[in-house]
């Protein structure tokens, strides 16, 4: 508890020096415009404590973790509403104040584009690429509390037509690629090509219904390579690897901001097929049905006050050898309040259930329930100058105790401060 106490302490004396440093120093304020391009630098400090910095069941270990995210964009506006150009880099330099050894950078480079004619047909292109060294683990999870070493990337082209000012047709492709440095990882390398097409009908000058079909296909480019896996004694092959496809089928509405709503509402129902029948371990591949949910949506209650809800519901590939699927459901719940004297308030709760299926033989039925809630005051100094006071609990549950090495719980104390130019 002393221990814990004085890296607290030293901490928030660490962050408050910092944060004077960087206020007496911004002396400028406004963005760098030449024309119709915008040029925007900033930079975020953000000083952390972590009660449990590897998302351990026992013996957690705390740490006070610093970030710095110096960042500059370049962005283009043209003469009529859909033409745009963005390209812009970021890099999170992140140290830990007793564990050096986590110490790690993120690099994020990223561009977006769109084009819009007067008949009506659009282009929307972009591209985000992540190269890292943390330990949060991936998108489904994988590595969570381990240091690890990998890049992703995500390319997304969009080309729609609208005709007779009340109907939309989009047509949709998105690539996504993620590498592991490490051999023992590989075998989670994978390539997903996805392909989409939405119908949509003006109801309003602000909101739309739609229909939507997509397909994904998820290849593991290691397994597919032979890699060998570690966990299980064996090498993959084309005949064993997890490739799996997708065919997700949607109905949603979509909200253009300036209402009273705003964002996307989208139902549906998927189903997984695997592409080989035998895993590994000779066990059969089982193909799965569920529904699904991409929801994100906003509702301006008052001037002040604004009420957000997240439901997603997903199929995913597992990120652990028990099972080669779980279904990911998230149910999320958060409110912005403006306060007086240029304060505002962030609350959020959340609710993650990762839900495992067909089990090895021998093996519990797998679920984990994550639970989160988090608060967060901020105060802006100036136009360009903001600063934040966090605090964020999150537990892991297991279903059985057989998995209960993989529970954690964790509380994050954070002070921040941004400043754009």
């Not at 973790?65 to 509403?81: A, C, Q, R």
């Not at 070493?149 to 492709?173: H, S, T």
């Amino acid at each position: 508890m002393l221990k814990r106490y004085c890296s607290i302490k030293i901490g928030l004396l660490a962050s408050g020096m910092i944060l004077f440093f960087l206020a007496s120093q911004v002396f400028a304020q406004g963005n760098i415009h030449f024309g119709r391009f915008n040029v925007e630098p900033w930079i975020t400090y953000k000083g952390e404590y972590n009660d449990n910095i590897y998302f351990a069941q026992d013996d957690e270990e705390d740490d006070y973790i610093n970030t710095v995210t110096p960042g500059i964009g370049l962005s283009y506006i043209g003469g009529t509403p859909g033409n745009f150009f963005n390209i812009g880099y970021s890099v999170n330099l992140v140290a830990y104040s007793g564990n050096s050894d986590n110490n790690y950078q993120a690099h994020k480079p990223y561009i977006a584009m769109g084009i819009k004619t007067p008949v009506g047909l659009y282009l929307r292109a972009n591209d985000n690429f992540l190269h890292t060294k943390d330990p949060y683990g991936t998108a489904n999870q994988y590595n969570i509390g381990d240091k690890t070493e990998r890049w992703n990337n995500a390319a997304e082209a969009v080309a729609g037509y609208d005709f007779f000012e009340r109907y939309k047709l989009e047509l949709m492709y998105k690539n996504y690629a993620e590498r592991f440095d490490l051999r023992a990882d590989e075998w989670q390398d994978r390539t997903d090509d996805i392909f989409g097409v939405s119908f949509f009908v003006k109801l309003t000058g602000k909101t739309s219904v739609f229909v939507q079909y997509r397909q994904t296909k998820a290849e593991y480019d290691s397994q597919n390579d032979g890699v060998y896996d570690k966990n299980y004694n064996r090498s993959w092959s084309s005949s064993t690897s997890q490739d799996y496809n997708l065919h997700d089928y949607f109905v949603g509405a979509r909200f253009e901001p300036g209402g009273k709503l705003s964002g996307e509402i989208k139902l549906g129902y998927g189903d997984k097929k695997f592409d080989n029948k035998k895993d590994i371990n000779d066990r059969d591949y089982e193909d799965d049905s569920s529904w699904l949910a991409e929801t994100t949506v906003s509702y301006q209650l008052k001037k002040r006050t604004l009420l957000s809800l997240n439901l997603q519901r997903s199929q995913k590939g597992s990120p652990d050898v028990d099972a080669s699927s779980y279904i990911d459901t998230l149910v999320g719940l958060s409110l912005n309040q403006d306060l007086v004297n240029r304060f505002s308030l962030n609350l959020g709760v959340e609710w993650a259930d990762n839900d495992y299926l067909n089990e090895s033989p021998g093996k519990s039925i797998k679920y984990f329930n994550i639970y989160t809630g988090k608060g967060s005051l901020y105060y802006k100094i100036q136009d360009w100058l903001k600063a934040g006071l966090t605090y964020e609990y999150k537990s892991k549950k297991a279903s059985n105790s057989d998995y209960k090495d993989l529970e954690y719980n964790t509380n994050i104390l954070s002070v921040s401060l941004s400043a754009v130019f």
